[in-house]
């Protein structure tokens, strides 16, 4: 079993910037990828970015490519997202999850563990 905690979510302005933290415990040997993922009201759950656990190969959706970094410290083993030129339409519960299969980091079906979420609110 993986647990995955989420933190650092808020209300910011556009324009600002905001840091998420995905901290995981117990057995975080297996896994593959902790990717991000959002859910605005009324919408579908969204593929945000990905990290490789060990190799720290990078993905990311075309909405947040040049906006949003990932990053990890396996010492710590967190996970971070570093939201940057914010909008209004980034306004969502933002989830991590991890996945233990090599493969696709896209699909949300894909991962095993997920966390409870953290509000972003961005005010325009």
């Known amino acids: 079993q993986v647990q995955l905690v989420e933190s650092g979510g808020g209300l910011v302005q556009a324009g600002d910037s905001l840091r998420l933290s995905c901290a995981a415990s117990?057995?975080?040997?297996?896994?593959?990828?902790v990717g991000w993922f959002r859910q605005a009201p009324g919408k579908e759950r969204e593929f945000i970015a990905a990290?490789?656990?060990?190799?720290?190969?990078?993905y990311y959706a075309d909405s947040v490519k040049g906006r949003f970094t990932i990053s990890r410290d396996n010492a710590k083993s967190t996970v971070y997202l570093q939201m940057d030129s914010l909008k209004s339409e980034d306004t969502a519960v933002y989830y991590c999850?991890?996945?233990?299969?090599?493969?696709?980091?896209?699909?949300?079906?894909?991962?095993?563990?997920w966390g409870q979420g953290t509000q972003v609110t961005v005010s325009s």
């Open positions: 999850a991890a996945k233990q299969s090599p493969g696709n980091v896209v699909p949300s079906f894909e991962y095993n563990y």
């Open positions: 117990g057995r975080t040997f297996g896994i593959f990828a």
């Open positions: 990290i490789s656990w060990t190799g720290g190969i990078t």
